[in-house]
């Protein structure tokens, strides 16, 4: 209804005799355009005006919502771009391990790799300590089983940050093994060994294990209960996935280092020149961190995975805290157990946690099931061709739990497990369970502990980027503006290729279709289909002014909405955030291209960011060819300047503005709107209230920007291209000092570094999250010389 009262509106504003005389027939013409999706700014004097196309382009007969069907077609696209990394993947993997040799090298480099996407980057202390805790002059046995003592513990993993959970020590017949056994995310380390209920006897694998003679640490993970959160409600995972994912961390990395600090205390404890017997075993969560921790440390000899191994195609429609950025580029479980290789890999089919994070809370919706039977034995199939083509053995062992969906914890389970460790191993029967010695005043405010720890060490990671980036940029060279030009290329492909994610895609031919949609005083609109690549296509509104002489080239002005916007919001019906800015530059002279981003929809969009990252893509390795595709169908127009495109995007068009000039070299110049500001800071803290941590928008936040790429390093890639910043001091964007904290910068490298006097400029006005069109269009007509 929306869109239909601004449609009447603008025609009852046309105030012209003929269009009482041709009312009847202009409501037909506005009927069936408002069933096609698309909006006339004055009626159109016959119907078949408004089919007419732009000469040179063929006519547009595509019916319907063309934003809608972008998405749809985006969608489908990045289900094809999913399926060709994957083989992409696996023919890299198998080029390297039919080398002639087991490929160490190779194999050291993925495990960089796997440690730099997970966030596992944070030095752990040095000699972590592992402290029982117990009220002074009580008993420090916690609880009690027939043959093992329970204690509850802590351990260091960062100085500031340390990891808990339950230590069961055996009495008696100990193994020389130490079991790290991690439950998933829900399952608290008491209901693992039996002191609260939640779990079978049968599939409390930690007391199983310390029953049979194993040390057995059991940590506390970080569940995914929904917490009401300022003006969200997100899973205590997500809102620790959002701020650490900005800066280049991850929650599952942060809960891999507590492994990994663990595995550092036991190593520790044996005598010098003695390889420890640790290994590692976990169910659904834990078993996904179980898989990675052994992938990164060659001193864990067994590692045990229930409930998760299978496919990772699917992992855009889980909770997003396992959004892992580029994993299916290099590994599925089974290119990650090769990781492992020649160290036994046991995984079980069985059931795996069944959960649901809904839609409408401000997080991102997500479930888990368990994996499909066929699907785990076909990533284990996977992996053990890998190893044939290698001439080397098998390292997996597949047992099945029932038909697949039995319980976890299985004993033919524990029992190879045991195995691998020592051959003479048995696995004890089921005893009596663990009785209480004394209450744990720890565990209550154990979880808000552990979140608070994370959450403090996050935010002085945040409080330091800025001085990381200063050194990821220090090899730019200021000191010439031909160096500049020569120096920042590396960082152009950089931001290119692992922030925004590049498609390795030809742009098609055009093949432009275009109907006229507007006809105005001093110009006329027509709407724009243009082709990109493999189904998707690009979609606008052009404004050619009437007045362009035969022979005259008139520069361009990109104007880019907003979220959930669509190009005729900066057209006509005065729209509080754009007020027809393309249509005023129009009438300026301009010629004027209002495109339609993909982001519009709500979860329709936000599935194509999920859907993007785990391929090392964005929603913007899309928008980027789409606007390549435009200035490059722009530029032929003979009545266009070539080398006079300008950009000018307001909030997610002014995100817009930061991300696709840069890599969009036709664009002269850039003006962002309604959104410049300290980027890194807005999305990663946790103490702002103008943070995104706090928002619905969680398909905001963008793998390792902390490191690399805030707002004034995108605004270097601009350079020394013209960049302007319009800013309103009541804009809710961003407080002004953190707006010219970040523009400070920015000017320093163009006028200070660059002696680039007359190129950046940023105009401050009384105002809102809008555009103001006063410094901005003297800005255009200066630089474009119009």
């Not at 008139?554 to 907003?562: W, Y």
Request: aromatic share 10%.
């Amino acid at each position: 209804m929306r869109s239909n009262r601004f449609e009447v509106a603008s025609m009852f504003r046309a105030r012209k005799p003929r269009f009482v005389s041709a009312i009847y027939g202009s409501l037909l013409v506005f009927g069936s355009l408002i069933g096609s999706g698309f909006v006339l700014g004055e009626p159109a004097q016959e119907a078949e005006n408004v089919a007419t196309a732009l000469p040179g382009t063929a006519p547009l007969t595509i019916e319907g919502d063309l934003a809608s069907q972008m998405i749809d077609a985006i969608d489908g696209f990045l289900d094809r771009e999913t399926a060709r990394t994957v083989a992409r993947r696996d023919r890299v993997w198998r080029e390297h391990v039919t080398s002639g040799q087991w490929p160490e090298e190779w194999i050291t480099s993925r495990k960089a790799r796997l440690a730099k996407i997970l966030g596992v980057t944070d030095p752990r202390v040095p000699s972590p300590r592992l402290s029982i805790l117990a009220p002074a002059g009580q008993d420090p046995v916690l609880a009690s089983g027939p043959t093992y003592d329970i204690y509850a513990v802590r351990w260091d993993v960062f100085s500031d940050v340390t990891g808990e959970g339950l230590l069961v020590v055996p009495r008696t017949n100990r193994s020389p093994a130490a079991v790290i056994a991690v439950p998933d995310a829900d399952v608290s380390p008491e209901t693992l060994v039996g002191l609260t209920p939640g779990v079978a006897s049968e599939s409390q694998f930690a007391r199983r294990l310390a029953e049979s003679g194993c040390t057995v640490l059991i940590p506390q993970l970080i569940p995914r209960e929904i917490t009401k959160r300022r003006n969200v409600s997100l899973t205590h995972r997500e809102y620790l996935y959002r701020p650490a994912y900005e800066l280049g961390r991850h929650i599952i990395g942060y809960e891999v280092q507590k492994i990994l600090a663990a595995v550092d205390y036991f190593a520790a404890q044996v005598d010098p020149g003695a390889k420890p017997t640790i290994a590692v075993m976990g169910w659904g969560e834990g078993g996904m961190l179980a898989l990675y921790a052994a992938a990164l440390d060659d001193r864990i000899a067994t590692v045990a995975v229930s409930g998760f191994f299978g496919p990772r195609e699917a992992t855009w429609s889980e909770p997003v805290d396992r959004n892992v950025f580029s994993l299916l580029k290099d590994f599925g479980c089974a290119e990650i157990s090769l990781l492992i290789h020649p160290r036994p890999v046991i995984v079980e089919a069985a059931r795996g946690p069944e959960v649901t994070v809904p839609k409408g809370l401000g997080g991102a919706p997500g479930s888990l099931s368990t994996p499909k039977l066929e699907e785990v034995q076909s990533e284990v199939a996977r992996a053990n061709d890998l190893l044939k083509l290698a001439h080397l053995p098998s390292h997996l062992t597949l047992m099945t739990s029932g038909d697949g969906r039995g319980p976890y914890g299985s004993e033919a389970f524990l029992r190879t497990f045991l195995h691998t460790l020592n051959p003479n191993s048995n696995l004890s029967a089921l005893a009596q369970g663990p009785q209480w010695r004394r209450e744990n005043p720890w565990q209550s405010d154990r979880v808000q502990r552990q979140i608070d720890e994370l959450d403090r060490h996050i935010q002085t990671f945040l409080e330091q980027s800025s001085d990381v980036r200063r050194q990821f940029w220090s090899r730019l060279d200021t000191s010439s503006l031909a160096k500049f030009t020569e120096t920042v290329e590396w960082y152009r492909r950089y931001f290119y290729d692992e922030i925004i994610g590049r498609i390795d895609l030809p742009l098609s031919a055009p093949n432009p279709r275009s109907r006229r949609v507007y006809e105005q005083p001093k110009w006329t609109g027509y709407e724009v289909v243009l082709d990109v690549f493999d189904g998707v296509f690009a979609y606008g509104i052009l404004l050619v002014p009437k007045d362009i002489r035969p022979g005259e080239r008139r520069p361009v002005v990109v104007c880019q909405h907003g979220l959930e916007g669509r190009p005729r919001d900066t057209i006509e019906g005065d729209h509080r955030a754009y007020h027809d800015f393309a249509a005023r530059l129009a009438e300026q002279g301009f010629v004027v291209f209002a495109p339609q981003n993909p982001y519009i929809f709500g979860d329709r969009f936000r599935t194509l960011q999920r859907k993007a990252n785990p391929i090392g893509k964005t929603l913007f390795s899309v928008i980027v060819p789409q606007h390549q595709q435009i200035v490059n169908w722009l530029s032929s127009l003979d009545f266009v300047d070539p080398t006079r495109i300008a950009f000018y995007g307001l909030s997610y068009g002014g995100k817009t503005a930061m991300r696709v000039p840069p890599l969009v070299p036709q664009y002269c110049l850039s003006i962002c709107s309604a959104d410049f500001n300290d980027w890194v800071w807005k999305n990663a803290s946790t103490r702002s209230n103008y943070s995104y941590v706090f928002t619905g928008e969680y398909e905001i936040f963008e793998f390792d920007l902390g490191e690399t790429f805030n707002y004034a390093e995108m605004a270097t890639l601009i350079a020394p291209r013209p960049f302007m910043v319009e800013r309103g001091h009541f804009d809710g964007v961003a407080p002004d000092e953190r707006v010219a904290y970040e523009y400070a910068k920015v000017r320093f490298l163009y006028e200070a570094l660059l002696g680039l006097t007359e190129k950046t400029e940023i105009e401050w006005f009384v105002g809102p999250h809008t555009i103001h069109g006063v410094g901005t269009f003297k800005f255009l007509h200066r630089h474009l010389g119009f």
